[in-house]
């Protein structure tokens, strides 16, 4: 038994205790494989939500859909592995940049489904040895970048249950309150906002703006939900109360022209704005590759930072620098480059069909472009090997010992 594991033994039960709700699930279950003793002392953590939970939620529209009406949580969560013992595969690569984004929703079997990391997307038909059927943390380090949530159909039918609810287009979920509730905000019938409190009979729907405008994305954020519509207006919802405050007000540079989405990145929340713009009258060297490029992915992306003292969404002018966001409509995040320097810094990863190059493959990052912060060029992931090699395909040294995925399920250990 090492020192380490000795100190921690000896701590008082409640020190433990006290240190263990501030570690992730994974992180719990690498400190119980240590050894028997701390397997004793340390309790499983609760397993995560999932479509086989009894938790039965009413559904926001008035509509069933099939038979109960009656919706499930699902959550996934997105993980950074890096092996810790050197093997051959990963020593062929510099250590640094040995690592793999994967999305993951465990199930209450203790099976996983493993996602697109950038779609949220289950893989389907997947090649034989492409993924291991079990891992051992013990080998890998495992860092949980973000979480995402979904409400699924809570259907007696087999065909049905589990299936993402079609009306409903964002999650996002609060922490548990002391008498173990917690809050869902969703965004549901494209225009709709909603919230409801476990145990709750119904829904309550949250006004923002007319109501004549698409919401476009919520997240939770230091103990609020924040939504925001297609003009800019942004609201802030209390979990317990539902009180709602006006935190930035419309602004006519976001009215009703290109996405916007919501990035938590460590204590800042961002907005990501995409517009799509046109070349009008203008004559294209194709010979000039960048222009060329700038023409057949015709992208601008700016980001904003919310200044809570002022209550603006503040333009930010020098970049993300050690940073990246990764946005879609399942889930925004942010990644430190610093951190995980295999991933391109001062970038913005973008899901759009205008980065399609292979209709046949969808593979993670098929539909991916990369939006170059400081000079504003943008390409699809597929262009830059060093970066798209961290989603796909899966690292050889994940996968030493041949094994085979069945059912785009595999079990964690």
């Known amino acids: ?29 690498v400190l119980r494989a240590t050894c028997n003793r701390l397997r004793y002392l340390v309790p499983f953590p609760q397993r995560p939500v999932s479509p086989n939970s009894t938790l039965n939620i009413p559904s926001p529209v008035s509509s069933a ?19 810790i013992y050197d093997t051959p595969a990963a020593a062929s690569s510099s250590s640094s940049t040995c690592m793999w984004l994967v ?21 389907r038909n997947l090649p034989n040895n492409s993924l291991p059927n ?43 309150f002391e008498d173990d509730s917690f809050t869902i905000m969703a965004i549901y019938s494209m225009k709709k906002l909603g919230i409801w409190r476990k145990n709750d009979p119904n829904w309550t729907q949250i006004p ?23 003009t800019g207006l942004t609201i802030a919802v209390e979990p317990k109360s539902f009180e709602v405050n006006e935190i930035v007000a419309p602004n006519p540079k976001f009215n009703g022209t290109g ?59 020098n970049g993300l620098k050690d940073t990246s966001f990764f946005v879609d409509n399942a889930c925004s995040y942010s990644i430190s480059t610093k951190e995980f320097p295999a991933f391109r810094e001062n970038c913005v990863y973008l899901i759009d069909t205008l980065f399609i190059k292979d209709y046949d493959n969808k593979y993670p990052g098929w539909c991916t472009g990369v939006y170059d912060l400081k000079d504003g060029t943008v390409a699809p992931l597929s262009n830059f090997p060093i970066y798209s090699k961290n989603f796909w395909p899966p690292p050889s040294w994940l996968n030493t010992n041949g094994s085979r995925i069945e059912d785009e399920e595999c079990t964690s250990s």
């Open 1 to 29: 038994m090492d020192k380490t594991t000795l100190y921690w033994i000896k701590l008082p039960k409640d020190l433990r205790v006290s240190i263990t709700k501030r570690l992730t699930r994974n992180e719990i279950l």
């Open 65 to 83: 859909v099939c038979d109960s009406g009656l919706l499930s949580l699902t959550q996934s969560t997105l993980y950074i592995i890096r092996p």
């Open 103 to 123: 999305n993951v929703e465990e199930l209450n079997s203790g099976r996983v489904r493993v996602k697109d990391p950038l779609t949220g997307a289950l893989f």
């Open 134 to 176: 079990s891992l051992n943390l013990l080998d890998y380090r495992v860092t949980e970048i973000a979480q995402s949530y979904g409400l699924g159909l809570a259907s007696d039918h087999d065909d049905c249950k589990g299936r993402n609810a079609y009306f409903v287009q964002k999650v996002a979920v609060s922490p548990c």
């Open 208 to 230: 923002i703006g007319d109501g004549r405008v698409y919401v476009e994305d919520i997240a939770f954020h230091k103990g609020k939900f924040y939504a925001l519509n297609q």
């Open 259 to 317: 996405i916007k989405h919501l990035v938590k990145s460590f204590q800042d929340l961002f907005l990501v704005f995409k517009q799509i713009y046109c070349h009008d009258n203008v004559e294209i060297n194709f010979e000039d590759e960048e222009e060329s490029e700038r023409y057949l992915y015709p992208v601008r992306v700016d980001v904003f930072k919310l200044d809570e003292e002022i209550n603006q969404w503040v333009h930010v002018v």
